[in-house]
C-alpha cells in the first residue's frame, strides 16, 4: 500500500536556525507532492507543491522543497526559521491513478524565540 | 473568494447518536473531499466527492457516510457516535478541471467531542 513517512515527530529549534523536515514515500510511478502547513489555531494551508519540471520548488515564507526521485523523497528545508514558523507541517501524495491523496503524520516544529 | 466553510465549528454529541457535519466548498470547486484528524492518527482520508458523487472511499466503516449536492455543498453524517470519534472533521475542496492537479484547499474544520 502507498504510504508517506515524515521521519521527524517534532522538532525544536531556535530562531536562525536551518529546518529540515524528512518526507519520504512509497509508490514508483508518477507523483505529485505536497507540504501544508497548520499554523495554531489556523487551517491548514498549502506550502509548495511539486508535479513536475525543476524538483527543486520554492513555496510561500522562504520555504523550499527538493524531490529527489531515487530516493523518494520530498524534503522541506527552509535556511533560517522564525519563530512565526511554529506550525504542524504536512507532506502529502497524489500517487498515480489514485484520486487519494496519502498524508504523513505530520511534523510539530516549535522555534524558540 | 470566500474560502470553504464549515458548519458547526464545535459540538458535543452522547454515545450512541448521530451527528451531521456541513461544508461548503469554494465557488467554482466542483471536489470535496473529508478527513477525520486526530493528534495520533493524524489525517486520515474519508470519502470525497466529485458532482454528487462518491468518487473515492477511505477505511472508515459504514456508520460514516456523506453526500454531495448539486450546488457542490456536501454533508457527512456519523451515525451511532463512539468516543474514538472525537476528532477534527476537515473538508477540503479542489477545482480539479484537470485531474491531476489536486490542490486543496481547507476548511476551518468541526471539533467533534462524543462524551
Known amino acids: 500500500a502507498q504510504s508517506v513517512s515524515q521521519h521527524n515527530h517534532h522538532v525544536i529549534l531556535s530562531e536562525a536556525a536551518s529546518l529540515e523536515l524528512g518526507c519520504n514515500y512509497s509508490?514508483?510511478?508518477?507523483?505529485?507532492l505536497f507540504w501544508y502547513v497548520q499554523y495554531p489555531g489556523q487551517h491548514l494551508q498549502l506550502l509548495l507543491k511539486?508535479?513536475?519540471?525543476d524538483p527543486l520548488v520554492k513555496g510561500i515564507k522562504g520555504f523550499e522543497a527538493e524531490f529527489i526521485k531515487s530516493k523518494f523523497s520530498f524534503n522541506l528545508r527552509k535556511p533560517s526559521v522564525q519563530w512565526s514558523d511554529t506550525a504542524e507541517y504536512f507532506c502529502a501524495v497524489h500517487a498515480g491513478n489514485n484520486r487519494k491523496l496519502i498524508w504523513g503524520l505530520g511534523t510539530s516544529l516549535a522555534v524558540n524565540p | 473568494k470566500a474560502g470553504v466553510t464549515q458548519t458547526p465549528r464545535y459540538l458535543i454529541k452522547t454515545r450512541g447518536q448521530q451527528v451531521t457535519l456541513s461544508c461548503s466548498p469554494i465557488s467554482g470547486h466542483r471536489s470535496v473531499s473529508w478527513y477525520q484528524q486526530t493528534p495520533g492518527q493524524g489525517l486520515q482520508f474519508l470519502f470525497e466527492?466529485?458532482?454528487?458523487?462518491?468518487?473515492n472511499k477511505g477505511n472508515f466503516p459504514g456508520r460514516f457516510s456523506g453526500r454531495q449536492f448539486s450546488n457542490s455543498r456536501s454533508e457527512m453524517n456519523v451515525s451511532t457516535l463512539e468516543l474514538g470519534d472525537s476528532a477534527l472533521y476537515l473538508c477540503?475542496?479542489?477545482?480539479?478541471?484537470?485531474?491531476?492537479?489536486?490542490?486543496?484547499?481547507f476548511g476551518p474544520g468541526t471539533r467533534l467531542t462524543v462524551t
Open positions: 477540503a475542496s479542489s477545482l480539479d478541471t484537470s485531474g491531476d492537479s489536486y490542490e486543496q484547499y
Open positions: 511539486y508535479f513536475s519540471g
Open positions: 466527492y466529485f458532482s454528487e458523487t462518491q468518487r
Open positions: 509508490y514508483g510511478g508518477t507523483v505529485n
